[in-house]
């Protein structure tokens, strides 16, 4: 399979600009947070948005990759993060676009209904910020089959989070624990910011039975 030649990824980057599901392809792409802000800035300079920085991640990615997978890759992270359109204007042809059970397997409205259900019958915030036995708690019944989209919710790329996975021996719950204490170290560990998080992977069952307490 050839690769993406320079036009097509320069239209793919115009195509994307500086939307704002740029940073979910960021991460999914392999890229850092630190990374995707420097390209947020070169889209953003001089005061005028433009797609430099878009086009220029999209250049450094390519480098990375095989040419037979870079089709398949870019159209498989693409559909992902919600640029179905882009990927069947750009790579329609190579007839590698993701079912829909592929790409998103809880429709969001479908995560969005549970998460409300969720808050009104849970009472009442522990904390504003998560402790330590609670991202425990969290990491020992998270589900394994939605680790690599919670962990994109967090923040954390595919690769990172692979890489992480791979270090405990696929242990699940082990590597879910250390992307939790990550985050937490990061950020201070917000339960609103949790919690928006566990809602978009579709764990929002969680929310109530660990971060609330009963009325």
Same mark, same amino acid.
């Given at each position: 399979?050839?690769?993406?030649?320079?036009?097509?990824?320069?239209?793919?980057?115009?195509?994307?600009?500086?939307?704002?599901? *740029?940073?979910?392809?960021?991460?999914? *792409?392999? !890229?850092?947070?630190?990374?995707?802000?420097?390209?947020?800035?070169?889209?953003?300079?001089?005061?005028?948005?433009?797609?430099?920085? &878009?086009?220029?991640? *999209?250049?450094?990615?390519?480098?990375?990759?095989?040419?037979?997978?870079? /089709? @398949?890759?870019?159209?498989?992270?693409? #559909?992902?993060?919600?640029?179905?359109?882009?990927? #069947?204007? %750009?790579?329609?042809?190579?007839?590698? @676009?993701? =079912?829909?059970?592929?790409? +998103?397997?809880?429709? @969001?409205?479908?995560? =969005?209904?549970?998460?409300? %259900? /969720?808050? @009104?019958? $849970?009472?009442?915030?522990?904390?504003?910020?998560?402790?330590? /036995?609670?991202?425990? +708690?969290?990491?020992?019944? !998270?589900?394994?089959?939605? !680790?690599?989209? !919670? $962990?994109?919710? *967090?923040?954390?790329?595919?690769?990172?989070?692979?890489?992480?996975? =791979?270090?405990? $021996?696929?242990?699940? %719950?082990?590597?879910?624990?250390?992307?939790?204490?990550?985050?937490?170290?990061? &950020?201070?560990?917000?339960?609103?910011?949790?919690?928006?998080?566990?809602?978009?992977?579709?764990?929002?069952?969680?929310?109530?039975?660990?971060?609330?307490?009963?009325?």
């Amino acid at each position: 399979m050839d690769g993406i030649s320079d036009k097509k990824l320069l239209n793919i980057g115009n195509s994307i600009g500086n939307n704002d599901k *740029l940073l979910a392809l960021a991460l999914e *792409l392999g !890229f850092t947070y630190a990374e995707y802000k420097n390209y947020k800035a070169t889209n953003q300079g001089a005061g005028d948005v433009t797609s430099a920085g &878009t086009i220029s991640m *999209l250049f450094c990615w390519r480098e990375k990759m095989k040419r037979e997978e870079q /089709v @398949r890759v870019l159209s498989c992270a693409l #559909e992902k993060v919600g640029l179905v359109e882009v990927a #069947e204007e %750009h790579l329609k042809e190579r007839g590698m @676009r993701l =079912t829909p059970a592929e790409v +998103q397997p809880l429709a @969001r409205n479908d995560i =969005t209904d549970r998460a409300i %259900h /969720v808050k @009104r019958n $849970c009472g009442i915030r522990i904390n504003e910020n998560v402790s330590e /036995v609670q991202l425990l +708690q969290i990491s020992r019944e !998270f589900p394994n089959e939605i !680790f690599g989209s !919670f $962990c994109l919710s *967090l923040g954390v790329g595919s690769n990172q989070s692979s890489n992480i996975l =791979t270090k405990h $021996c696929k242990d699940y %719950h082990k590597a879910m624990m250390e992307i939790l204490m990550m985050w937490k170290n990061r &950020t201070c560990g917000p339960c609103e910011e949790l919690e928006s998080a566990l809602e978009s992977s579709g764990a929002a069952d969680l929310i109530g039975s660990i971060l609330y307490k009963p009325k």
